[in-house]
């Protein structure tokens, strides 16, 4: 016969969170040894941390002290607020939330934390079950804890994070420049991303400055929309006709992409000058180089695109 696990309310077992479970679990601190992959030893009850007394304090294999704090019921802001607060007052870097019952937001930002990589976060759920007429028994289950992925995931948000501000600056810089040589770019706001654009006059083509890592480009950029390719390319067509002319007012050969299999045509030109992930110093002489650029694409270009029909 195999026997039915049952739950059992949690405060028929400890009816008390600080006097009855953390108690019980200062003495039994080796049930989270077997769940997490952690080592802990000597756990403290009500150790201070500042203003305020921290459920546990426990030593993982290497000395350093693991945070535990611990709630019967379902996790709330308070307690995550506290865990926080205990971590950087004991100078932890693991902390364990175990509660009955741990909501979706919470779970969320427990994940979120790990993927901080200033410290290990674990919320626990715990409850309490019998089998038959045994004496009831404590469940305790991982919900998430630090990953490897996690860890991996919050490098790439910080990365991210980091190019979106280099590239804000960049453009900032850029459009300063470019504001005391030509109006064309002067009504936009800078950028986070690797384009800025502003119309020429004609719906679906724009003037736009791109950057990646170690260059750039400035475009003419031609796109009529979703069900109006056929109208995309044969302005492109058009000025395609007029390429000699264009180049030669230009001063350079341009890059003509007609690209069939995409929606839109570009007219570009590559500046190898930089980009943004090089030395800000270096920032200047690229901004020179992609302003130059563009104000010899749009002289090129404007007469040719004011004379389409469209």
Not at 183 to 204: C, D
Not at 274 to 289: L, Q
Request: glycine share 6%; net charge negative; hydrophobic share 40%.
């Amino acid at each position: 016969m195999i026997g039915r696990i049952d739950r059992v309310p949690l405060r028929d077992v400890w009816k008390h969170e600080a006097s009855d479970f953390t108690k019980w679990l200062e003495e039994n601190i080796e049930v989270l040894n077997d769940i997490l992959d952690l080592n802990l030893t000597t756990a403290e009850r009500e150790k201070d941390a500042g203003d305020f007394n921290v459920d546990l304090v426990a030593e993982d294999d290497k000395g350093n002290p693991v945070v535990i704090e611990n709630q019967l019921e379902k996790s709330n802001h308070d307690h995550l607020g506290k865990l926080i607060t205990y971590l950087t007052a004991v100078g932890a870097r693991t902390a364990i939330w175990i509660v009955s019952d741990p909501r979706p937001e919470h779970i969320n930002a427990i994940s979120w934390l790990n993927e901080s990589n200033a410290a290990s976060f674990y919320l626990l759920k715990v409850e309490a079950i019998r089998i038959g007429d045994s004496e009831p028994a404590p469940l305790l289950t991982l919900i998430v804890g630090p990953s490897k992925e996690g860890r991996e995931v919050g490098e790439a948000k910080k990365e991210m994070a980091e190019r979106y501000e280099i590239r804000h600056k960049f453009w900032i810089g850029l459009l300063d420049y470019a504001k005391t040589k030509t109006k064309l770019h002067a009504g936009i706001s800078p950028s986070e991303y690797s384009y800025i654009v502003t119309g020429a006059g004609i719906s679906g083509l724009t003037y736009g400055y791109a950057i990646t890592k170690h260059a750039a480009t400035v475009d003419f950029y031609i796109d009529r929309g979703k069900g109006a390719e056929k109208e995309t390319k044969a302005i492109f067509e058009e000025l395609l006709s007029a390429k000699d002319n264009i180049e030669r007012t230009f001063g350079e050969a341009l890059e003509w992409q007609r690209l069939e299999e995409r929606r839109y045509c570009l007219i570009r030109k590559q500046i190898t000058v930089g980009g943004w992930r090089d030395d800000p110093a270096k920032w200047p002489a690229v901004y020179a180089a992609m302003v130059d650029a563009m104000m010899r694409l749009e002289k090129a270009l404007k007469p040719h695109v004011q004379k389409l029909k469209v």
